[in-house]
């Protein structure tokens, strides 16, 4: 019996729609990883690590409601972020002149910097990014969170890194606590859109070149 792997299991898992799947999902994934792995074939951090993301992501609050995600898949990704009230990520996107870009069809996969991702910069950051004068300079930040094609976090877990509008690379990694793009913990997954995907970080990410 072949073992099985650990990104099967965060596959298998973001794969879950609601906390009662969850549930059902690691319950499985456990006895699966469990009667499958063997000395020899599997180090016994790995499916550790493994298990620990599986349960903390469980716990994590849902984004939406049935009828909210039901809602969400009808808008674009614009639409979405002003009804989930992303409104820092918003007035950035205004600011950059990139609503329409952002509202086409797409599909492009976002990675969507909450209010308090934002506010975690050091302070003068965003009210600087915001003036006109540093409009360029605010577009490759926003585009380094977006990636084109329809990223589903099945998808991203199955890269090392994805290419960014913007030029740059984010890297993809785990650990015990879930799913990683860079330093910023991705804290919600598949917020199916109209042109595309939003998943919820916790740190703004900040291109390199």
């Given at each position: 019996v072949s073992c099985v792997s650990s990104q099967s299991i965060y596959v298998n898992f973001f794969l879950a729609t609601d906390?009662?799947?969850?549930?059902?999902?690691?319950?499985?994934?456990?006895?699966?990883?469990l009667y499958t792995s063997r000395p020899g074939?599997?180090?016994?951090?790995?499916?550790?690590?493994?298990?620990l993301a599986l349960a903390a992501l469980m716990i994590?609050?849902?984004?939406a409601s049935a009828e909210e995600a039901k809602a969400a898949k009808s808008m674009n990704i614009v639409e979405t972020a002003v009804a989930a009230k992303f409104n820092t990520l918003v007035a950035a996107v205004k600011a950059g002149g990139l609503v329409d870009a952002l509202s086409g069809d797409g599909p492009l996969t976002v990675f969507a910097p909450?209010?308090?991702a934002f506010a975690k910069l050091p302070e003068g950051t965003v009210e600087n990014l915001l003036k006109p004068e540093n409009k360029d300079q605010l577009v490759a930040v926003l585009t380094y969170h977006v990636v084109k094609g329809n990223m589903t976090a099945k998808k991203v877990l199955k890269k090392d890194s994805l290419e960014t509008l913007q030029g740059g690379s984010i890297a993809v990694s785990t650990d015990d606590k879930g799913a990683k793009v860079n330093a910023s913990r991705i804290l919600k997954t598949d917020i199916s859109c109209s042109n595309g995907v939003v998943h919820v970080i916790d740190t703004v990410l900040l291109p390199t070149k």
């Open positions: 906390l009662h799947s969850r549930k059902q999902k690691f319950a499985k994934a456990y006895w699966q990883a074939h599997r180090s016994l951090n790995i499916m550790r690590n493994t298990l994590a609050p849902s984004f909450t209010d308090e």
